[in-house]
């Protein structure tokens, strides 16, 4: 299961970690949306993670921006 941080603080000294491990995208999501968050940001602002969160949930990609 993805890893649960209080705050920026306490992720940065695992951030290095991401440049070399498994990306748990769908594991992280799944947990997120548990969490009831309800808006997400694709940064990158290419399509590709709305169509994966579309798979995941629909409700949710339809408030991507």
Do not use: C
Not at 43 to 52: D, E, M, Q, R, V
């Amino acid at each position: 299961a993805p890893a649960k941080y209080d705050g920026l603080p306490d992720a940065l000294p695992h951030l290095g970690r991401a440049l070399h491990e498994t990306v748990m995208w769908k594991d992280t999501m799944d947990m997120m949306l548990k969490d009831d968050v309800t808006h997400f940001v694709d940064a990158g602002g290419a399509t590709n993670l709305k169509a994966f969160m579309m798979k995941i949930s629909p409700q949710a990609a339809l408030l991507m921006t």
